[in-house]
Structures are given as structure tokens and as C-alpha cells.
């Protein structure tokens, strides 16, 4: 490599002297990611129920390891599903990735770079991915309550707030049901999941849980 275009790579995964210092961030090169997801190609796109495995990045940066999840994922979905049930998957392929990102301009750009995605997978098989779709609406909403603004080390928001996130179970009674439970980030160190502090949601159709209706509506 030339020592302008290793120059150029390293601006890329270097924002400033002073984001590294202050927030150790350098960003993971796209092959150095790719080689990483190798190691779990199994869970990711293989095993029987890769689309629900659970990922979480607790420093998101810009997303780069939260795309390149969600990319190998709705590869699989392509791959192994029906063209019928690409919907449903693609969303549940979503609500089972988490991350948490202390900056904001950061976490702005993985929501973004999610939805991008995901918009791109639909859009090129000639699924209507719009703003006003219900298919957009639960994307958004699922990226925006899974990615999340905090402190992954205090388990607080920058408010000072528990860092909540939640499961996006399914009802196994009934395909493309989900039922939501938001639990703390905290919780997970603790004795285990907490879901009693917070709202409890009506079981739904995984492309209305931006709907967000309460259990006790
Ligand atoms: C080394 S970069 C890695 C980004 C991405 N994971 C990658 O590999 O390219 C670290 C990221 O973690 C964020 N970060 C640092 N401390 C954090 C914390 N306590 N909680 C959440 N995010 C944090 C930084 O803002 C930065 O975006």
C-alpha cells in the first residue's frame, strides 16, 4: 500500500486525534469485520433459526458490524424463505439486533446506515419500502428502540436514565406475532432480565409494533 492511499484508509478509520483519545474510536476496517462475522456464519445465516439470533455491539460507532449483520442476514432470508414470508423475516431479522453508541453523530449515522439497508433489500425486489409503508414505520421504529443512545459501561442513557431495551418475542401460536418486553441494560449484569418496570405491550403483527399498544389499552 502507498503511504497516500494507507493515508487516506487510516482518515477513513480515524476521525480525529481527539475521538480516539476520548472515546477510543477507530473504526474496524469492512474486511477486518467481514473475517470477524465469518466466525459466526453458522448463528448468522446457516443454523435453523439464524434469522431471531440475537447480536449486540455495545459500541456501535457508525454501524459498520450492525450492517454488515443485518446485510448477511437478509441475504439468508433471500436465500431460504419464500418470497412471501420476506417481510416477516426481514423484520424479525432486524428486532434481534441490538447496539448502544455513547455519541451522538455516530449513532444517528448506524440508524441511518440500517435503514438504508434495509430499504435497499426491499426496493430491489420491488417492495414498496416508503416512508409512509407500515414496513418502514416498524423498520424505523425497530432500529431506533434496538440501536440506542447510552453508556454501555454505566448502563445509563446521557440523561441518567437505565438504558432500556427490549425482546421481540414470538408468539409461536401465531406466525408474525411479537410480543414486546422492554427490560434494563443493567438487569443483564444483574440477576437476570427485569421486565416488570416498564410499559407491558399488546402481542401485534411485527410490521405494527411502531403502533406501540399497550397491554392495558
Ligand atoms: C473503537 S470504536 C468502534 C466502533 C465500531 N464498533 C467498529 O468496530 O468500527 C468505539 C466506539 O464506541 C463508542 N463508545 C466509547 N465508549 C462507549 C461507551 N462507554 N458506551 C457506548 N459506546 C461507547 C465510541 O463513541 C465509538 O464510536
Given at each position: 500500500m502507498s503511504s497516500i492511499t494507507q493515508t487516506i484508509v487510516e482518515?477513513?478509520?480515524?476521525?480525529?486525534?481527539?475521538?480516539?483519545?476520548?472515546y477510543g474510536e477507530v473504526f474496524t476496517p469492512r474486511s477486518m469485520v467481514e473475517q470477524m462475522l465469518?466466525?459466526?456464519?453458522?448463528?448468522?445465516?446457516?443454523?435453523?433459526?439464524?434469522?431471531?439470533?440475537?447480536?449486540?455491539?455495545?459500541?456501535?460507532g457508525d454501524g459498520n458490524f450492525l450492517v454488515a449483520i443485518l446485510r448477511r442476514k437478509l441475504r439468508a432470508v433471500e436465500k431460504n424463505y419464500s418470497h412471501d414470508e420476506w417481510l416477516t423475516a426481514s423484520l424479525f431479522a432486524l428486532a434481534s439486533?441490538?447496539?448502544?453508541?455513547?455519541?451522538?453523530?455516530?449513532?444517528?449515522?448506524a440508524q441511518e446506515a440500517m435503514l438504508t439497508e434495509f430499504s435497499q433489500f426491499h426496493e430491489e425486489h420491488g417492495v414498496p419500502c416508503g416512508p409512509r409503508s407500515s414496513l418502514h414505520q416498524a423498520a424505523v421504529f425497530l432500529i431506533n428502540t434496538n440501536i440506542v443512545h447510552g453508556n454501555t459501561l454505566t448502563g445509563l442513557t446521557l440523561q441518567g436514565e437505565e438504558i432500556?431495551?427490549?425482546?421481540?418475542n414470538r408468539v409461536v401460536?401465531?406466525?408474525g406475532m411479537v410480543q414486546r418486553e422492554p427490560f434494563t441494560l443493567a438487569s443483564l449484569r444483574d440477576d437476570?432480565?427485569?421486565?416488570?418496570i416498564y410499559d407491558r405491550y399488546r402481542a401485534c403483527g411485527i410490521d405494527e409494533v411502531?403502533?406501540?399498544?399497550r397491554a392495558d389499552a
Open positions: 482518515k477513513l478509520l480515524v476521525k480525529s486525534q481527539h475521538r480516539v483519545k476520548t465469518d466466525l459466526v456464519r453458522e448463528e448468522l445465516e446457516t443454523s435453523p433459526n439464524f434469522v431471531d439470533k440475537t447480536f449486540f455491539e455495545p459500541a456501535a439486533i441490538y447496539g448502544i453508541e455513547l455519541l451522538e453523530d455516530n449513532l444517528s449515522d432500556q431495551l427490549s425482546w421481540w401460536a401465531a406466525p437476570g432480565f427485569d421486565f416488570t411502531h403502533e406501540e399498544a
